[in-house]
Structure formats: structure tokens, C-alpha cells
């Protein structure tokens, strides 16, 4: 059994989309240390847009971009994910198909923020419990049930404090690309929440400011599908 963070980010601010810069490996160099001292076994690069193409010394680097669609953010992971994408310009479709071209992952990041992604018909591998919100788990739960696919843990970390909050157990006999994307279609994951007061006290934080901002959902059903309103989550988080 392998731990990884599939939903991680090399600079501390938004901007500069679509293309690296210089920060980047410094990045992620800090995202190595802090995965390294929480236990992790390997974390995914998955900046807005771009593939940064960088590997760290201590864990394993497992490829990834989470890509900006028409309708909210999907994260692609594997061997060959794309090296960038224009922000916007492509829908959930394509993206999925663009995937299974390169033998990736796609997994529907934070589904409970600015996103639509959720009620798209269309063959995810995976949906993710996101670290900065684990409250809406019973929410995820419930489209992982709904459309019979895996749960996966990322924490979304824009800051290397944040890596590790939210993770994935992925029961696999090595650790490679391959193997984690093996995995998750395998339903062979499983998404756990870190207990560390820090994580905690940061994912509180972003519940007032992303309620501030108003981009935060409760969801309501009919038979099958989810509506968007305009709170947060209230189901616990698991444990470590």
C-alpha cells in the first residue's frame, strides 16, 4: 500500500497560466520536503494548465495538469499528461478523451467549488475529496456511488504547508504512473484526511474565504443529478 497527494501545486499564487516559471522547482522541492515528513510515498504535480515536467529526489512524481474545461477544473494524471491546455477552451469530453489517448487518469477536482464538472455525463475514472473541503464528504460519496467510480484524496496544496492534508492509499505492488492510474480505474484507492491541527485550522480558513467569495455549494437531488446552491458541506471528514 503506497500514499500519495494526486492534487498538488509548485507555486504559492495563481497567474503566469498556462506556462511555468522559475518557481516552480523551487516549488517543488519544498512539496518534496513536507511530503517526505508527513510519510508520503509520492505526490502529483498538478498545476492549473501546464505540465511543469519535474520529479524530486525523495518520493515519487507522479505527471499531472489539472485542466481548466468550460465547466470547472478536472484533473489529469498519468505517464503523458498533456503539457498545457488553454484555460476554458475545452469541455469535460474532450478532456476525458484526450486522456485515454495518453493513458491518464481523470478525476473531478473539488467538486463542490465553482465547478459544474459533477453533473457532466461522461466516464470519469474518479471524483475527488478535496483538502481544503473534506465537509462535503458524504456528498462526494454520494456521485462516487451514483456514477460507480473510485474516491481519490488530494489536498489542493497551493502552499507546501497544505501537501498532505488529504491523500490517497493506492493498493498496488509498485509505484509508477502506470500502476497509480492502474489503480484508480481498478477502484483499488482509497481518499483519507489528515488530523494534523494545522490542516485542520488552514481548512477553516478557506471555508470562510471560499463562502466569502461564494463559490462554496451544498447540493440538492433529484433522482440523479445535483443542483447548485450556494454554501458549504456539513459531513465529517474521515481520519487518518
Same mark, same amino acid.
Given at each position: 500500500?503506497?500514499?500519495?497527494?494526486?492534487?498538488?501545486?509548485?507555486?504559492?499564487?495563481?497567474?503566469?497560466?498556462?506556462?511555468?516559471?522559475?518557481?516552480?522547482?523551487?516549488?517543488?522541492?519544498?512539496?518534496?520536503?513536507?511530503?517526505?515528513?508527513?510519510?508520503?510515498?509520492?505526490? &502529483?504535480?498538478?498545476?492549473?494548465?501546464?505540465?511543469?515536467?519535474?520529479?524530486?529526489?525523495?518520493?515519487?512524481?507522479?505527471?499531472?495538469?489539472?485542466?481548466?474545461?468550460?465547466?470547472?477544473?478536472?484533473?489529469?494524471?498519468?505517464?503523458? *499528461?498533456?503539457?498545457?491546455?488553454?484555460?476554458?477552451?475545452?469541455?469535460?469530453? &474532450?478532456?476525458?478523451?484526450?486522456?485515454?489517448?495518453?493513458?491518464?487518469?481523470?478525476?473531478?477536482?473539488?467538486?463542490?467549488?465553482?465547478?459544474?464538472?459533477?453533473?457532466?455525463?461522461? *466516464?470519469?475514472?474518479?471524483? !475527488?475529496?478535496?483538502?481544503?473541503? *473534506?465537509?462535503?464528504?458524504?456528498?462526494?460519496?454520494?456521485?462516487?456511488?451514483?456514477? !460507480?467510480?473510485?474516491?481519490?484524496?488530494?489536498?489542493?496544496?497551493?502552499?507546501?504547508?497544505?501537501?498532505?492534508?488529504?491523500?490517497?492509499?493506492?493498493?498496488?505492488?509498485?509505484?509508477?504512473?502506470?500502476?497509480?492510474?492502474?489503480?484508480?480505474?481498478?477502484?483499488?484507492?482509497?481518499?483519507?484526511?489528515? !488530523?494534523?491541527?494545522?490542516?485542520?485550522?488552514?481548512?477553516?480558513?478557506?471555508?470562510?474565504?471560499?463562502?466569502?467569495?461564494?463559490?462554496?455549494?451544498?447540493?440538492?437531488?433529484?433522482?440523479?443529478?445535483?443542483?447548485?446552491?450556494?454554501?458549504?458541506?456539513?459531513?465529517?471528514?474521515?481520519?487518518?
Amino acid at each position: 500500500m503506497f500514499t500519495l497527494d494526486l492534487h498538488t501545486h509548485s507555486r504559492f499564487f495563481h497567474g503566469f497560466e498556462s506556462r511555468p516559471t522559475a518557481f516552480d522547482p523551487v516549488g517543488a522541492r519544498l512539496i518534496d520536503a513536507v511530503a517526505r515528513g508527513h510519510g508520503l510515498d509520492g505526490v &502529483a504535480l498538478t498545476n492549473h494548465d501546464y505540465n511543469p515536467d519535474l520529479s524530486f529526489d525523495g518520493i515519487v512524481t507522479i505527471p499531472g495538469i489539472e485542466i481548466s474545461t468550460t465547466q470547472g477544473h478536472v484533473l489529469v494524471i498519468g505517464a503523458d *499528461p498533456p503539457t498545457a491546455t488553454d484555460p476554458g477552451a475545452m469541455t469535460p469530453e &474532450a478532456v476525458i478523451d484526450l486522456a485515454a489517448e495518453r493513458d491518464c487518469a481523470t478525476i473531478i477536482a473539488h467538486p463542490f467549488r465553482d465547478s459544474t464538472v459533477r453533473g457532466v455525463d461522461a *466516464p470519469f475514472d474518479a471524483v !475527488e475529496l478535496n483538502g481544503k473541503h *473534506p465537509r462535503n464528504r458524504a456528498f462526494v460519496e454520494r456521485i462516487a456511488r451514483e456514477r !460507480e467510480i473510485p474516491i481519490v484524496g488530494g489536498s489542493d496544496a497551493h502552499y507546501p504547508v497544505e501537501v498532505g492534508r488529504a491523500y490517497t492509499a493506492v493498493d498496488a505492488d509498485e509505484l509508477t504512473p502506470a500502476s497509480v492510474v492502474a489503480a484508480i480505474r481498478d477502484g483499488r484507492v482509497e481518499a483519507r484526511i489528515s !488530523e494534523w491541527p494545522p490542516h485542520d485550522l488552514l481548512r477553516r480558513v478557506y471555508r470562510r474565504l471560499h463562502r466569502s467569495k461564494g463559490v462554496l455549494e451544498t447540493p440538492t437531488w433529484d433522482s440523479e443529478h445535483t443542483d447548485r446552491t450556494a454554501s458549504d458541506g456539513t459531513s465529517g471528514p474521515n481520519s487518518r
